[in-house]
Structures are given as C-alpha cells and as structure tokens.
C-alpha cells in the first residue's frame, strides 16, 4: 500500500476527469455563478478546546476564506454533516450556534443540508456566490514576472497558537497568548480585503494551508518563480519561537490554520490597489517580487522548502 | 447521552437558522440556479462488493436521484472526498473511474473538489442545476387531497439485493438474484422521468430512505393523509420474500437504496402526464390517493408504519 498525498490524489481525479490542475481552486459556473466546497474534519482540523460553535463556524470560515481570495462574497450554502453515533444534543445545539454566528458574521444563508453518520465529525460545507458583472476573477494561474507578492496581514500567530494548544509551547507573554489561542479558535477570513481588492490581483490563493505551499501554489500553477524580501511576521512571533527554540520562519512559512489572501499584483496596478485598500480600511503588505523561473520560491537567496505543517521541536 | 435521530438533528439545526422544514428538499437560489448536496458514508451508504467505482458512482447518483425527482438535470458537481489513511492509488483509480462514468451517464461535469484524511471513506457530492423558465419545481410540501400518489417505478428490488448481500438471503431464482444485487450495486436514478414529469407533480421526493418514509415525508409537510391502495411490488420480489420469511411488504415500504421517484399529480393533470410519460418512455404508477387528515400514510384500511430499513430475520 503506497500512502498517497492529497496532491496525488488530486492529480489521479483531475487527469481522469480530463480537468486541468485547477480542481482545488474556486470555480466558476457559467458566466458569474462561483462554485466552492470545502471539508472539515474533526480528528486534522479542529484543536482540542475548540467548543462545538467554534468547529461549525470554522467549516464555513474555510469557505469564506477560499471565495475571498476571489473577490467573492458568497450567498447561499449548504451544510453536509457527518455527525458521531451518540452525539448529543447539546453538542448538535452548538453547531446550530456556530452556524447561525457564520450566517450573520459573513452575510450567507443557510438553504440546506443532509445528515449522516460517521465515525469522526465531518462538516461539508458548500457555497455559491456572484461574480460582479465586469471583473474577472483571479486564478491560481495568472501571477507574471514583475509583479508583487501581497498579503492581506502578518504570519505566524495561528501557528503559535497551535503550538501552545497542542505542544505545550510556553510564553510568558499573557496577551500574546490569548491573540495566538483565539487566532486558531475563531480565525478571521479576509473577506473586506478580497472584495475590495481581487480586481487588481493577477492570482490569488488563501493561505489556509500554510504560507510556503500557498506561495508554491501560486509559482507552480502560473510557472514563475517568487522572491520574498520582506518576511511577514506578526509582532511577538520571534520572541514566542526563541522562547520555545522554534525557529521563527518555521511559524512564519510552515504553520497553518491562517486564512490571510496571498495574491500578485501587477507593478501597473499597484497604487492602485494601494488607494483602494486604504479606502477599504484595510492593509495591503507586499513581501516580494515575481521573476521568471521554473516554479520555485524563495525567501532572500535561500530556496523555501514547500511543505505545510510539521510537529514542532520543542525544547 | 441522548442519541438524536436526522430528523431531530435537521430541526434543531433548521429551528437555529429560522428555516422551514425543507432542509433536506433542494434549495432554489435566485431565480433559477438549483443546488443541493449529498454525503455518501461508506460504512453506513456502501454494501460488501461494491468496487470503488461503483462507490464514486453512487454518490453522485444520490444527488442526481434527488434532483431528478425535481426535474433538475445537474450542470456541474463538486466532490469534497474524505479518503482512509493508506487508500492506495488503485482505489483512488477506481473512485475516479467512477466520477468519470457519472459524468457522462447523468451529463454533468465535476468542476471542482476538496480532499482530505478521514477515517472511514467519506464522499459529499453538491450539485448546480438549472430550474427551467416557466416551470414551477415541485416542492414536498404540495400535495392536496384528491391528489393522485404516483411512483416511477416497482419497488422490492433493493431491499431483496441488500438482503442477499448482507443477510445471506437465498434464492433459486438466478435471475431475479442478479438483478437485485444489481440494483444494489449499480443504482439508476429515474432522470428522465423527473425530468419529463415533474412540472405536473403537486409534490415530489425521491424514494432513496424508503417508501414509508417518503410517503411520510410528502403527508406531513403537505398536511394531508395518502392512501396506499396499489402496492408497487416488483415481479419476484413476493416469492423472494416467502422464500426468505420476509414479509413481502417489508421489502416494498421499509427497503432502501431505491432510487424511484415518489410525487403526487392533481386529477387535473393526471391525463396530460400519462400523455408525457408515454411520450417520454418512462411508465407512470398510479398506487393511491391523497385525503384530508393529519399526515398519516394507510396502505388499504391499515396506518403504515413510518420507518426505513429494519434488519430482516432470516430464516
């Protein structure tokens, strides 16, 4: 028995299906109707402590944040769960919660679901949403030698909250480690900043898979390679990895569970996209270049390895 | 630990969200964009023997089935696939092969997914179609007394195959032994059916948890009582069954894994389906009548227990 990763698996299904290797990426259904599934799954996607709210909201932030990265705002969803034999009702109330909390905190309705049972918590959540009339919607594939990398915020919280909650990983920094715990418990999608700025971007990934493999992603899939000059890590990550003998990039490029936009942007467009996510009061940090290449990222000089999360050292 | 049934799971959660009791029909977005979704289990949803293409091909046949009673024809699917640690290529190969067939037997096209590591096999299938122009799409809540109960087929096969596969049922009939494992393992969704009658249905739902309960489900949203006086047995199921000791009703009304078409038709429409049903090649049943009440199913002068699949004793 070969153990295959997801990117095989994804690979067997979209070569038989004669797809292109877009089969993980938004899709778009006739002219403007966005199309996006995506599924959670207790036992890898949700952290102890997480209450029953947290894990339903979370399934539809996964959505959420995948759409945004398009600029997309979705309007209708669908719940599919696979719920534990013995489930009780107070933990079936919680995910009622969570999802009324989701339908409210990103403006979608809830129009349907199926139920089922299963051995661990599955959630299945899929969306649809309107692509405005003009704007085109950018793909994994559409970066180009010369433009900037952005991203919607900083990185290494999430991972640093994983770490405290599932490795014991110390600060004596209390703030720090309520920001990095919430971080992984209530994640916020980066909803106003697509929508206010996906119209500017060449290509465009959420980052919930880690930095590095979403940089990859984008390399790979419109076959250029990236340099990254300017290391987005959020305030009181170094001192957290020094504390913990992890070395901060690892948090930085390596972790997870963030669900920030990673986009390129053309140098044309730029100040553009600068004006406009002023007016959006949001923040738009450029953290490298595009050059030519074969697919590959680096950070300064040093080749990135592509790979997501990896269980932490610790000291 | 209060162990919840799907209907009290689906009304907590549908009481949270302020939903009707439609959570599980299809959902209409918009003017016309039709979107459901199905989740396949494999160790409640998949039988001994099934290979895995047959796995992947009944996954969207759910979906299909539930939307051909409808009278939707899917446009496009996305498949989230929750796979076992260690599933080997050939089966990922298989899985894939079957989408593929899928594809092409229900004329849609798989634009996207979402992969992940699950315990047991997991397949959550959701699906665009398109409600045409003018046609109203049956609802299960439609149904008014007077109403003709029709059905798209005989019902037994199924629930015999399960038997056979799972209970070690037997038969000396050769013939109708292959053709209920078949229908098992390679069910066929009433497409054209739906597809050619549903505009004449007052309410409709596919039979996939059973007869009893769909006939259940159409009294009580509709606020009406159905009267059974035609039972819908297919050739060879009554001799399988006494040769069994199974109640031949048992198979007919508490089966499962059928995919039939259940709808009610006014006695003003009556003629002009069965004028497109023969125009179509499709046969409609005619097998009760819709009366007053309080949403209770009678078979002749006897209340129909509301409950699918129970396991058989076998002699």
Redesign the interface.
């Known amino acids: 028995?070969?153990?295959?990763d997801?990117k095989?698996?994804?690979d067997?299904?979209a070569?038989?299906?004669g797809?292109g290797g877009?089969?993980?990426?938004?899709?778009l259904?006739g002219k403007n109707?966005v199309?996006?599934?995506?599924?959670l799954?207790a036992?890898?996607?949700v952290p102890p402590c997480m209450e029953p709210w947290q894990v339903a909201r979370k399934s539809i932030v996964s959505c959420v944040s995948d759409l945004a990265a398009k600029g997309i705002k979705p309007?209708?969803a669908?719940?599919?769960?696979?719920?534990p034999?013995?489930?009780?009702?107070h933990y079936?109330?919680g995910?009622?919660?969570g999802?009324?909390v989701a339908?409210k905190e990103f403006g979608l309705k809830?129009?349907?679901?199926?139920?089922?049972?299963?051995?661990?918590l599955?959630i299945?959540c899929?969306m649809?949403g309107f692509a405005r009339g003009t704007s085109r919607m950018p793909k994994r594939n559409g970066a180009r030698p010369g433009d900037f990398v952005i991203v919607s915020g900083m990185f290494g919280l999430p991972p640093a909250g994983l770490a405290i909650l599932m490795h014991g990983a110390k600060t004596t920094d209390g703030m720090f480690r309520k920001q990095a715990v919430d971080s992984v418990l209530e994640p916020k999608p980066r909803q106003s900043f697509g929508i206010a700025l996906a119209k500017y971007f060449s290509s465009s990934i959420d980052s919930s898979d880690g930095l590095a493999i979403s940089l990859y992603e984008l390399a790979k899939q419109s076959k250029v390679n990236i340099v990254i000059d300017n290391i987005p890590i959020m305030d009181g990550v170094e001192q957290f990895a020094h504390e913990n003998g992890i070395e901060p990039n690892e948090l930085v490029f390596h972790g997870g569970e963030e669900y920030e936009i990673v986009a390129t942007i053309s140098k044309a467009r730029l100040i553009r996209a600068q004006v406009a996510a002023k007016k959006a009061g949001v923040k738009l940090h450029v953290i490298g270049r595009v050059q030519r290449g074969p697919g590959k990222v680096f950070v300064d000089e040093n080749l990135l390895e592509n790979r997501g999360y990896v269980h932490f050292r610790l000291r």
């Not at 877009?22 to 899709?27: P, Q």
């Not at 199309?35 to 599924?39: I, T």
């Not at 809830?110 to 661990?120: A, K, M, P, Q, W």
Request: glycine share 6%.
């Open positions: 028995m070969t153990k295959l997801e095989e698996i994804i067997v299904i070569s038989t299906l797809m877009d089969l993980d990426d938004v899709a259904v109707i199309f996006k599934a995506d599924m799954v036992s890898t996607d309007h209708v669908l719940i599919s769960l696979g719920l034999r013995g489930c009780t009702l079936v109330e995910l009622a919660e999802f009324a339908e809830i129009v349907g679901g199926d139920t089922n049972e299963t051995n661990d599955v299945d899929s649809i």
